[in-house]
């Protein structure tokens, strides 16, 4: 087996366990570059490169939400969604010790800590998406409908 190009991350591993095709997509990391500088690098629309944020809500249980890079999260819709009083960002500290992953290289796929996922509805309309591959600078592009392996519930939250 020749040896890949890319880094082979617990994301990359999942990836493979459940059979899913991706193709690897390095860049440049800049840090606070966010998905404007990745869709950049990558030359595809920032609306295609999903954001995994790491959230909490007042009970301190993690979630993730997975989100359009030119979009932002309502926490006030999100919370009344999902029945909750409250749901803020996660302590950077806190988000790596659930997900494993370094904040910028944060991965829906392979966390360490199995967090319930929320996915941004209109997500699922776009064929092809760009999420991170559990490494900064490194995302894989994978089909939208690959997120179903994370059993997600979809939410309408985006601003």
Known sequence: MSKT?????PAVRF??????????QLYPYEEHGGTAH???????PEHRVIKTIVLQNEQKQGLIVLMHGDKQ???????RQLGMKHIEPADPKQANKWTGYL???TSPFGTKTALPVYVERSVWDLETI???????????????????TLNPQSVDVAV
């Open 5 to 9: 190009d890319y880094p082979v991350t």
């Open 15 to 24: 990836l493979r366990t459940h059979q899913i095709n991706f193709i690897p």
């Open 38 to 44: 990745s869709a950049a690098c990558l030359d595809v």
């Open 73 to 79: 999260i309502s926490t006030r819709n999100l919370a």
């Open 103 to 105: 904040v910028g290289g």
């Open 130 to 148: 760009y999420i991170n591959g559990g490494k900064r600078g490194f995302l894989v592009a994978v089909p939208s409908a690959a997120l179903k």
